[in-house]
């Protein structure tokens, strides 16, 4: 079953390859600059899904992680959340074609609709570039909030360039996306934005190099005391 759930489709995001019009070509993007096959596989590795947990992808796009996710029987909850309605579509299609049940939000990361320690684990690819540093703040804090005690978070993003040729993918990213949103990730300091949100065990499990940077798969457990 797939159920598009809306709340808000307004402005003031960043869409999957900056400008809308661009958006059905993500998908072949994606495939082609970020080895997207290899780490999306790589964090489902370390995300570590189990049967029955309920499972948010943030800033899902057009649900390729989701599709991976699902399959087995009886599997993961899965919630997919984006703000953009035309790359929800798209994942709409996606997950459909592939049988897998997902429940997909129109809502923006900032304000989540799940209630507090609800979720058991939170998945994020190719997400947080997207934010501001503040926001980053924000969407952490909300993911901090709807995680159980003990709930787990794993995120891959764009990291540290390393070497001359990742610098030269990293400044296509950069000027592709925006200096601003991207600056936190490509300065390495992802990790240290989770840890600083009250995060424990925030371990960079895997640095990738792809042919536009370095991706970095990071886990973290939500902190038994939130404070
Ligand atoms: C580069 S795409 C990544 C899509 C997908 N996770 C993947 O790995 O292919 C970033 C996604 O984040 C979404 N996004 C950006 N800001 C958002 C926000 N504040 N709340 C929810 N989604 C957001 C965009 O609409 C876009 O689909």
Partial sequence: ???????DGGAGYLPALRWRFLTPGYDMVARYT???RRFKERLLGWADLRPLERVVDLGCGTGTLLVAAGGQEPG??????DRDLAVLRRARRKVQAAAVGVELCLVDARSLPMADGSVDVVVSSLFFHHLLSDAKSLVLAEISRVL???GRLAVADWGAPRGGASRV???VVRRFDGDEPTRDNLDGRLAELIETAGFDDVIVR???GVPLG?????T???SLDRG
Avoid: D, F, K
């Fill in 206 to 208: 895997a640095r990738l």
């Fill in 169 to 171: 993918g990293a400044g």
């Fill in 220 to 222: 973290a457990t939500r």
């Fill in 1 to 7: 079953m797939v159920r598009l759930m809306r709340r």
């Fill in 76 to 81: 993961p909850e899965l919630i997919g959340v």
């Fill in 214 to 218: 370095v991706i970095e798969i990071i």
């Fill in 148 to 150: 159980g005690i003990g």
């Fill in 34 to 36: 970020t080895g997207e």
